[in-house]
Every structure is written in structure tokens, then in C-alpha cells.
């Protein structure tokens, strides 16, 4: 059975820094592009970051480019977001979602992320940042 489970998240001060993860089950997370998602409050699930398998070729969205680092440990079938320099605005459920294709196309492609290329999703972890 397929499983993502994020963990990481929590309540910091504006300025400070998290490293989120996620853990897979039942499948093996380093054939496939892995991105993490966000969702704030009243706004659309929006795409935060994607890394390929087959090149480890990485996309941030705007917003976070500069700011936040995604990884993978194949190894420990996990992956991992660093957040740093935290901002209110990054106040969201942060999920991670695993593509069976091997590479972030519609990321590279478009300069954006869809929801829809990700069979496999995490349960949602929260990242709350005061001012």
C-alpha cells in the first residue's frame, strides 16, 4: 500500500527556518519526480517546488526561489523541503506528491506545476508563520 506522510511542520517566527519531509511506503520514491505543494486559506493549491529523478534538475516557484530547498535521500525513500527565511505568506498545508514519470515536465515546460501530473499525495502538514 502507497503511502506519503509529511512531517515538519509548525508554528514559527517570521525570519526562521523548517525542514519539512516526507516518507514514503510502498513504492519506490527515486523513479519518480517528487514537488511539494502548498495551500493557504481561501487560495488554490499552488505548486512550490519539483525535482526530477532522472537528472535531479530542480523548479521553485517564484515565491520561493532563493528561500527554500528541495531534496531527496533515495536511500531512506524520503524527501525533504528546507524552508528558510520564512515569511507570513508562506502560511499554507504543505503537501509532497510523487509523478510516475521521471521528470518534472510540466514544471520545466511552463514554469508552473499541476496538480495533475501526482498519483501519489502526502496527508498535508501545516506551516504556520507569524509576524
Known amino acids: 500500500q502507497v503511502h506519503l506522510v509529511e512531517s515538519g511542520g509548525g508554528l514559527v517566527q517570521s525570519g526562521s527556518s523548517l525542514r519539512l519531509s516526507c516518507a514514503a511506503s510502498g513504492f519506490t520514491l527515486g523513479t519518480y519526480a517528487i514537488g511539494w505543494f502548498r495551500q493557504a486559506p481561501g487560495k488554490e493549491r499552488e505548486g512550490v517546488s519539483c525535482?526530477?529523478?532522472?537528472?535531479?534538475?530542480?523548479y521553485y516557484a517564484d515565491s520561493v526561489a532563493g528561500r527554500f530547498t528541495i531534496s531527496r535521500d533515495n536511500a531512506e525513500n524520503t524527501m525533504y523541503l528546507q524552508m528558510n527565511k520564512l515569511k507570513p505568506e508562506d502560511t499554507a498545508v504543505y503537501y509532497c506528491?510523487?509523478?510516475?514519470?521521471?521528470?518534472?515536465?510540466?514544471?520545466?515546460?511552463?514554469?508552473?506545476?499541476?496538480?495533475?501530473?501526482?498519483?501519489?499525495w502526502g496527508q498535508g502538514t501545516q506551516v504556520t508563520v507569524s509576524s
Open positions: 506528491a510523487a509523478d510516475p514519470l521521471n521528470y518534472c515536465y510540466t514544471a520545466q515546460a511552463t514554469g508552473d506545476m499541476s496538480a495533475n501530473d501526482y498519483d501519489y
Open positions: 525535482i526530477s529523478s532522472s537528472d535531479g534538475s530542480t
